[in-house]
């Protein structure tokens, strides 16, 4: 069996540039990485030994293929510089036009370039159209890529397959981007498409949906819509992304176990989109209020078992189920960070089905 050792030691450059490679994120936090192992800092802290972690015996062979090839190409230096948000840009619209042409291969769509609500968009349809019940819904995908990046192919990954295999249309948001436009410039966004879509949607069948930044923003975006007393959506679903600040294990063991330091404590807050957050804004991180929580539509939450988000996205499913909401949780042992953007993986197309199933489930239930 091959094992995967815990790194405790590395060149600060070389570990960023490992993580940035390795995980192919959408929503990296390459900032966040710890360059140094953690100290021992208080009683409650387990210093970690160095030692091999296998692979999960879980996953499928075409995903443990795909994590040795990611090991691969990080250990050859490849990966954006995670300093340079044009070089980051750069790398990443390659990585998501790779990404975008195999999930076309297996999931046909139609696909439009449009505005609504003033903001550009991608309108995604099954290649046959959007049939019976499905011609009276719609899915909002907002894309992952760390506020900073997505934009394009990066979100017509996380749509066309969805598009395809739900039977329903998807509109996929290019919110616009930080730096150049940080919180809550997205949330505005996503609030005007919101909009306009109720003119044509009953709000019980519109579902909304986001991996990674786009699963943050979903939940923010969410709050946005409670917060100013519009219709609520159906149903929602957060990937690999949460209404909250990440910590927990996950931030370090989730971390460890894809080879990579674990994540510096502030948890996200100094993302470029959210350093015009305030810490207490329900909108930005609306985990923390119970009162809104308790409004939230029916939640699916979906990541990979080596995610370092999963700590905080279990927690906010918690929070829900606490509030009275229904909300499920599903984890795929051995995979990584917004592991689905890879189509041909077994785990993704499983991904896809139960996404298909949940949103299926909830939007227009009232209405029946």
């Given at each position: ?11 600060p450059?070389?570990m960023?540039?490992?993580?940035a ?10 900032a966040m ?12 802290t387990?210093?970690l030994?160095?030692?091999?972690l ?16 990611m090991l691969a ?5 490849k ?6 948000v044009?070089?980051q ?8 036009d790779?990404r975008?042409?195999?999930a076309e291969?297996r999931?046909?769509?139609k696909?439009?370039?449009t505005r609504i609500g ?13 049939q019976?019940?499905n011609?009276?819904?719609?899915l ?12 394009g192919?990066g979100?017509l ?5 969805i598009a395809?295999v739900?039977?329903i249309r998807?509109?996929?948001?290019d919110?616009?981007?930080a730096?150049?436009?940080?919180y809550?410039?997205a949330?505005?966004d ?6 306009e879509l109720?003119?044509q949607y ?5 579902g ?9 923003l979903?939940?923010q975006a969410t709050?946005r819509?409670?917060?100013r ?13 949460t ?10 063991l989730?971390?460890?176990?894809v080879?990579?330091p674990?994540l510096?404590?502030?948890?996200g ?5 959210l350093?015009?957050?305030?810490a207490d804004?329900p909108v930005a991180?609306p ?6 929580l308790?409004?939230f539509?029916p939640t699916?939450?979906l990541?990979?078992g080596?995610d370092f ?11 829900l189920l606490?509030a ?6 599903v984890l795929?042992?051995?995979?990584w960070h917004?592991f689905f953007v890879?189509?041909d993986?077994?785990?993704?197309q ?8 949940f949103f299926?489930?909830?939007l227009g239930?009232?209405?029946?």
């Amino acid at each position: 069996m091959r094992t995967i050792p815990l790194i405790r030691h590395a060149r600060p450059v070389a570990m960023r540039r490992l993580a940035a490679g390795l995980l192919a994120l959408p929503f990296p936090l390459l900032a966040m990485a710890q360059e140094t192992p953690v100290a021992v800092a208080s009683p409650e802290t387990v210093a970690l030994p160095a030692t091999p972690l296998p692979y999960s015996d879980f996953a499928s062979p075409e995903a443990r293929a795909q994590f040795e090839r990611m090991l691969a190409e990080t250990r050859e230096g490849k990966g954006p510089n995670p300093a340079d948000v044009a070089d980051q840009r750069r790398f990443y619209q390659r990585y998501n036009d790779d990404r975008l042409a195999e999930a076309e291969r297996r999931y046909p769509a139609k696909v439009e370039a449009t505005r609504i609500g003033g903001v550009p968009v991608h309108v995604v349809d099954p290649q046959a159209g959007a049939q019976g019940a499905n011609a009276r819904r719609v899915l909002i995908n907002l894309h992952g890529g760390a506020f900073m990046w997505g934009s394009g192919s990066g979100a017509l990954v996380e749509a066309v397959p969805i598009a395809a295999v739900s039977g329903i249309r998807v509109v996929t948001v290019d919110y616009r981007l930080a730096p150049e436009h940080p919180y809550p410039a997205a949330v505005d966004d996503v609030e005007a498409v919101y909009r306009e879509l109720l003119k044509q949607y009953p709000a019980g069948n519109i579902g909304i949906y986001g991996c990674s930044a786009g699963g943050m923003l979903t939940a923010q975006a969410t709050a946005r819509i409670l917060e100013r007393d519009l219709p609520r959506p159906g149903a929602v679903g957060n990937f690999c992304g949460t209404g909250l600040l990440f910590g927990g294990d996950s931030a370090t063991l989730g971390q460890l176990a894809v080879g990579v330091p674990p994540l510096q404590s502030d948890g996200g807050a100094s993302l470029p989109y959210l350093r015009t957050a305030k810490a207490d804004d329900p909108v930005a991180y609306p985990g923390q209020s119970p009162e809104l929580l308790a409004k939230f539509p029916p939640t699916l939450f979906l990541a990979g078992g080596r995610d370092f988000a999963v700590s905080a996205l279990s927690t906010m499913q918690r929070r829900l189920l606490a509030a009275g909401v229904e909300a499920d949780l599903v984890l795929f042992d051995g995979l990584w960070h917004a592991f689905f953007v890879y189509p041909d993986l077994p785990e993704s197309q499983e991904a896809y089905r139960v996404i298909a199933r949940f949103f299926d489930r909830h939007l227009g239930r009232e209405s029946r």
